[in-house]
C-alpha cells in the first residue's frame, strides 16, 4: 500500500462541482458561535456533495478570513445563502417538497441510516453549540436524527456529529436512489 499524491486523486475543480448533480441534502446552520465549526460544516458539505447550506441567525459567513482555516476552498464549491431566521427557510423548503429533519436529542429520535426513502428530499437543521437546536425548530420539524454515544457525554462537537450524520445520510440516499443524477433524485 502506498499514499495517492495529489495528482493522483481525482477530485473536480470547484467551478465543476456546481454543475454536478448533488445529493438531494440542504443543510441549515443556525447560530453557530465558533467560524472554525461553520468552515469544517463547509468543508464536509463539499465532500458529501449536498444541494446547499443556509446560514442563520448569527452563523458566521464565508466572507469571515477565519473560516477559510477550515474550510479550505470549499466556501468556494459550496452553495450557500444567508438568512436571519431559519424558519421562513425551513416553511420555503418544505413547501418544496423537503422533509425536514433537526440533528438533535428528542423522544422520538431516529439514527440517519434509518431514514425512509420519503425522508428524501432532506433538510437537516444543526444548531447552536451549547444548547443546540432552538426548541422552536424542533417544534417543526418532521424528524430527529440522533447518534448513537456510548461515553459519559451527552453531545458532541456540531462538525463532527454533522459529519457523521451527513455522510450516513448520503449513504441511505445512496443505497436508495443510487448515485446523484441516475434517477432525477436530486431537487437542487
Not at 445529493?23 to 458539505?45: A, D, E, K, Q
Not at 468556494?76 to 416553511?91: G, N
Not at 422533509?99 to 426513502?117: D, F, G, H, M
Request: aromatic fraction near 6%; proline fraction near 8%.
Amino acid at each position: 500500500m502506498r499514499k495517492l499524491s495529489w495528482d493522483e486523486i481525482d477530485r473536480p475543480s470547484p467551478e465543476d462541482v456546481h454543475d454536478l448533480p448533488k445529493h438531494p441534502i440542504r443543510l441549515v446552520v443556525h447560530n453557530i458561535r465558533s467560524i472554525h465549526n461553520v468552515g469544517s460544516i463547509f468543508r464536509t458539505s463539499d465532500a458529501a456533495r449536498i444541494e446547499h447550506v443556509h446560514l442563520t441567525g448569527f452563523t458566521g459567513t464565508p466572507e469571515h478570513k477565519d473560516l477559510h482555516k477550515t474550510a479550505l476552498g470549499a466556501q468556494d464549491s459550496m452553495s450557500w445563502s444567508k438568512h436571519e431566521a431559519p424558519r421562513p427557510v425551513l416553511r420555503e423548503l418544505r413547501d418544496r417538497g423537503y422533509t425536514i429533519a433537526v440533528l438533535e436529542q428528542t423522544n422520538e429520535s431516529i439514527p440517519p441510516p434509518q431514514a425512509s426513502p420519503e425522508a428524501f428530499p432532506l433538510c437537516l437543521v444543526v444548531g447552536n453549540e451549547v444548547r443546540g437546536v432552538d426548541d422552536n425548530i424542533v417544534e417543526v420539524a418532521d424528524l430527529a436524527f440522533e447518534l448513537p454515544q456510548y461515553g459519559a457525554k451527552i453531545s458532541m462537537n456540531v462538525g463532527v456529529a454533522y459529519g457523521i450524520a451527513v455522510y450516513d445520510l448520503v449513504r441511505r440516499a445512496r443505497s436508495l436512489f443510487g448515485p446523484p443524477g441516475e434517477d432525477g433524485c436530486t431537487t437542487s
